[in-house]
C-alpha cells in the first residue's frame, strides 16, 4: 500500500507520511493517521494542488514508477478477491486501508490512472464488507462521489462497495452511514434502476435498494422523496419479469386416437390395372405398392398378405414364374419403394413366428399415378336386387360426366362440363345415388335442373388443375386434448434458485411490505399498506402465476399485504 500512495507524489510532488504513534502531532498536510484512518484526508486532498500535467508527454522515470504503482495495486487487488486476505487486510490494516483507498479513488480523472481507481474499487468492494462506517466516513463519501462519474465501470464498482460495507459483521450499528443518506443521491439510485439495458448498474442499484429497506426509518425517508403507489412501487414491480423468458407446459388429458388401418388391401380399378400391366417388373409392382399403400410408422402387414395380393393381381399362369419377382425379390422392393418400411421377424407368442413389413398401411381406395384417390360411382340401376355401377374415375369431372351423361342421360352443351337442363317431358329423372331417398316418396320428376342438382350435391368438387395431392391419414375417432401452460421464467442458478435482477426487485418488494408505517395515507384514506399495493396487487398476482421463479418470494409478499394488521 505505501508503494501505491506514491502515486500522490506522481500526481502532487507530495509524498505522504505515515503516523502510527497517535501522541504524534497530525497536523501537517501530508501526514496520514495510519492506526485509525484520517478523518480529514479529504480536506488534506483539496489543499494540496495537481501537478500533474493533463497531457500524455511522460518521461521514462515516471512511466516506469507509475507502472510500479500500477502492479503494486494489482498485487493488492488479486489479494482480496481471497476472502480470508480481505478479512486480514481490513482488520490489521484498517487505518491505513482506508486511506489507500480514498487516496487512489480520488485521483486526478485522467485515462492514465484509470486502472488504478478500477483497482481501488475493485479492493474496495472486496474490503468494505469487514469494514464499518458512518456518514462522515472519507471512504463512503468518495465511494458516493463515485456514483457521479461518467465512467460507467467506476459506477457499478462505487456501487458494489457501498451495498457490501458492513455486511459480514455482526454489528447492527456497523453501517450508520446508511441512515444518513442524502436524498440527492437516493434520487440518483433510483435513476439507475430505470436502466434496463445496463444491467450491471441495474443490479447494483438493486442491491443498494435491498439494504436500504431492511430498516423502517429508511422507508420513512423514502416515503418523503418518492411517490410510493405510481412511482417507486410501479418499477420494482415492473422488473419483475427482467430477463424473463417464454415457456411452456403440457399436460395430455386425452391420447388421440385414430382409426385402425384398412383390413383389406384396395381392388385395383380397370383403369388402374390397364396402365400398371404396360410397366415392366421392378416398376411394376413398385407402382402398385404406390398406389395401395402408404407409409404409416404405426402400421405393419404381414409379408405372406402382401406377396399373395400381388400375385393375385398380376401373376399369369400362362408364364413361367408367373411374369411376376419371386418373393425375395418383391419384398426387398417394398423397402426400397417405401425408405421408412422394414422387413421384421416378430417370435412369439409361443412358437409362433411372423414375418411382416413394419411401417406401411393399405390405403382405403387405390389412388392414381399422381396421387390422388380414385373415385367410384355409386349409382344403382332398378333391376332386383339392385346392383351398384362401381365404375372408378381418376377424376371428380370424369365422374360428374359419366353421371349426367351414362345415368341421367343428359345431353352435354356446347361448354365443356356444362348439360341440357331443360325440363323433360314426363317424369323420368331421379336419384339412384348409393340408396338415396330424395325422390323415394315423391318419385320420378321431371324437372331435370333441380333433379341434377341435387345429384351434383353427391359428387366430389371439382379439383383444380394446379391441386397438390392429399396426404392419406387415418381418420381420427378421438381428439388429443392438451391443457398447456405459458409461463414467463426469470433466470435460476443450476439448483433452481432465483437470481439476478427480477429476484432482487422481489426482495426490494418485500421489504418495502415489511418495514412501511403503521398510520394511514390522509391523500388515500387507507393504511400505508394498501395506498401502495392495492392497486397493484392484479399485477403482482399475474406475475406469480407466470413466473414460477418467484412463486416463494411473490407469496410471501401477497401474504404480507393481504395480513390484516390491528392498532
Known amino acids: 500500500m505505501e508503494k501505491a500512495i506514491d502515486i500522490s507524489l506522481l500526481c502532487t510532488g507530495v509524498k505522504w507520511e505515515l503516523q502510527y504513534d497517535f501522541r504524534e502531532s497530525m497536523d501537517r498536510v501530508n501526514v496520514l493517521n495510519s492506526l485509525h484512518g484520517t478523518r480529514d484526508l479529504l480536506n488534506k486532498i483539496k489543499r494540496i494542488p495537481v501537478t500533474l500535467p493533463s497531457d500524455t508527454l511522460e518521461t521514462d522515470d515516471f512511466n516506469h514508477r507509475l507502472r510500479n504503482v500500477k502492479e503494486a495495486t494489482l498485487v493488492l487487488r488479486n489479494m482480496v478477491l481471497l476472502k480470508e486476505n480481505a478479512f486480514y487486510v481490513s482488520r490489521y490494516a484498517k487505518g491505513l486501508l482506508r486511506d489507500f483507498l ?81 436524498k440527492q443521491t437516493l434520487q440518483q439510485l433510483y435513476f439507475h434502476t430505470l436502466l434496463d439495458l445496463d444491467k450491471d448498474v441495474l443490479s447494483g442499484a438493486l442491491d443498494f435498494w435491498y439494504q436500504y429497506t431492511l430498516s423502517r426509518e429508511n422507508i420513512e425517508t ?84 402382401l406377396w399373395q395380393a400381388y400375385q393375385s393381381r398380376f401373376a399369369d399362369p400362362r408364364v413361367p414364374g408367373g411374369g411376376v419377382l419371386p418373393a425375395a425379390e418383391f419384398i426387398k422392393n417394398v423397402s426400397t419403394t417405401f425408405t421408412n418400411a422394414q422387413a421384421q421377424v416378430i417370435n412369439g407368442p409361443g412358437a409362433a413366428t411372423r414375418f411382416i413389413i413394419k411401417g406401411i398401411r393399405p390405403l382405403e381406395t387405390a389412388y392414381t399415378f399422381q396421387g390422388f384417390p380414385y373415385t367410384y360411382c355409386k349409382w344403382a340401376d332398378n333391376s332386383k336386387p339392385t346392383k351398384t355401377c362401381q365404375r372408378a374415375f381418376g377424376s371428380p369431372a370424369d365422374l360428374r360426366n359419366h353421371v349426367f351423361t351414362d345415368h341421367m342421360e343428359l345431353k352435354a352443351t ?17 336419384c ?39 396426404v392419406s391419414k387415418r381418420a381420427v375417432l378421438q381428439e388429443r386434448i392438451v391443457r398447456k401452460w405459458f409461463y414467463m421464467d426469470t433466470p435460476v442458478n443450476e439448483r433452481a434458485e432465483p437470481i439476478g435482477v427480477a429476484y432482487k426487485a422481489a426482495l426490494v418488494l418485500r421489504n418495502i411490505a415489511r418495514n412501511l408505517p403503521n398510520g394511514v395515507v390522509q391523500k388515500y384514506g387507507l393504511v400505508w399498506k394498501k395506498a401502495v399495493f392495492l392497486s397493484h396487487r392484479p399485477k403482482i398476482v399475474e406475475i406469480w402465476d407466470r413466473n414460477r421463479s418467484l412463486r416463494k418470494e411473490l407469496t410471501e409478499l401477497i401474504m404480507i399485504i393481504e395480513k390484516e394488521d390491528y392498532y
Open 102 to 182: 480514498v487516496l487512489l479513488i480520488n485521483l486526478p480523472n485522467q485515462p492514465r490512472l484509470n486502472e488504478i481507481k478500477n483497482d481501488a474499487l475493485d479492493i474496495a468492494e472486496e474490503v468494505t464488507k469487514f469494514m464499518r462506517t458512518d456518514p462522515e466516513d472519507p471512504l463512503w463519501i468518495s465511494l458516493l462521489d463515485c456514483l457521479e462519474s461518467p465512467d460507467r465501470a467506476h459506477v457499478v464498482r462505487a456501487l458494489w462497495a457501498i451495498t457490501h460495507f458492513s455486511t459480514e459483521l455482526d454489528e447492527p450499528e456497523g453501517n450508520r452511514a446508511m441512515e444518513r443518506m442524502p
Open 222 to 305: 423514502m416515503l418523503e422523496i418518492f411517490d410510493f403507489p405510481s412511482v417507486f412501487a410501479p418499477r420494482m414491480i415492473a422488473l419483475l419479469t427482467y430477463e424473463a423468458r417464454p415457456s411452456k407446459k403440457e399436460t395430455v388429458l386425452q391420447e388421440e386416437k385414430v382409426a385402425p388401418p384398412p383390413s383389406e388391401i384396395p381392388r385395383v380399378p380397370a383403369e388402374l390395372l390397364k396402365d400398371l400391366m404396360e410397366l415392366q417388373e421392378p416398376e411394376r409392382s413398385s407402382r402398385w405398392l404406390r398406389c395401395c399403400f402408404v407409409e404409416d410408422a404405426e402400421c405393419e402387414i404381414t409379408q405372406i398378405a
Open 414 to 430: 356446347d361448354t365443356p362440363g356444362h348439360y341440357n337442363l331443360d325440363d323433360a317431358e314426363s317424369p323420368i329423372h331421379t
Open 432 to 470: 339412384n345415388w348409393d340408396n338415396c331417398t330424395r325422390f323415394r316418396s315423391s318419385g320420378p320428376s321431371a324437372n331435370t335442373a333441380m333433379v341434377a342438382g341435387h345429384v351434383a350435391s353427391h359428387l366430389p368438387e371439382e379439383r383444380p388443375e394446379d391441386a397438390e395431392a392429399p
